[in-house]
Nanobody, 126 residues
Framework: QVQLVESGGGLVQAGGALRLSCIASGRAFTAATMGWFRQAPGKEREFVAAIIWHNDTTVYADSVKGRFTISRDNAKNTVYLQMSSLKPEDTAVYYC???????????????????WGQGTQVTISS
């Protein structure tokens, strides 16, 4: 089992920045791929970014490439999503997730993520 707890959401103006954190615990989470997803009101949940914990391979959605950075800190068991140049369309609930399989390839597919946090609200004002 992997447990995930997000924090760091809030309200910022367009053009601003936020850093989301996800503290992970449980069996073998360092063997998983960690991802960030988001869900805006009235829309389906979508992939944002992912990182393979043990080798730092990353992948991003085109909509956030160049603005968001995913990283991890082994000492703190934490995955981060640094968000900059924020836009109103980035408004959503952001979820941290971990894949069900360990030591697999990096993936954007939501169904491959079996562990989820509770979500943190990010609101960008124009």
């Amino acid at each position: 089992q992997v447990q995930l707890v997000e924090s760091g959401g809030g309200l910022v103006q367009a053009g601003g920045a936020l850093r989301l954190s996800c503290i992970a615990s449980g069996r073998a989470f360092t063997a998983a791929t960690m991802g960030w997803f988001r869900q805006a009101p009235g829309k389906e949940r979508e992939f944002v970014a992912a990182i393979i914990w043990h080798n730092d391979t990353t992948v991003y959605a085109d909509s956030v490439k160049g603005r968001f950075t995913i990283s991890r800190d082994n000492a703190k068991n934490t995955v981060y999503l640094q968000m900059s140049s924020l836009k109103p369309e980035d408004t959503a609930v952001y979820y941290c997730a971990a894949t069900s399989h360990f030591y697999g390839p990096i993936t954007k597919r939501e169904y491959e993520y079996g562990y989820w946090g509770q979500g943190t609200q990010v609101t960008i004002s124009s």
